[in-house]
């Protein structure tokens, strides 16, 4: 699940980016721009890809932590508490950020899927 009204925002700001792509992941809600992994929306929490290099100053704010989905924190990804996103100016900063990750990015390459073979 993930809030419908956080959704709509980041929507509308995003609306103008071409490529723009909504998917669902991690019981959640994804925005690919050109293929690449923006932004998310997690429950009440947008998910927000950043440069490695920045990690370490912006979880010095108030109301942003590692994205540990897994157990194991992501580099490069950080989650933002819904109070650090009341304003327009800061959901803005966020997702800037995170577009301009997402556009720096490497393409992913798909692996090759590998089919086993049993033998009756």
Known sequence: MFDEKLAARVRAYLAPQRNLREMGMFGGLCFLVEGKMAAGILGDRLIARVE???????LRRRGVESFAFTGRPMTGVLVVS???LRTGKALAEWLDRSLARARRSQPTKRKARVRAWRVP
Do not use: K
């Open 82 to 84: 819904p109070g650090s």
């Open 52 to 58: 490695p290099e920045d990690q370490g100053a912006l």
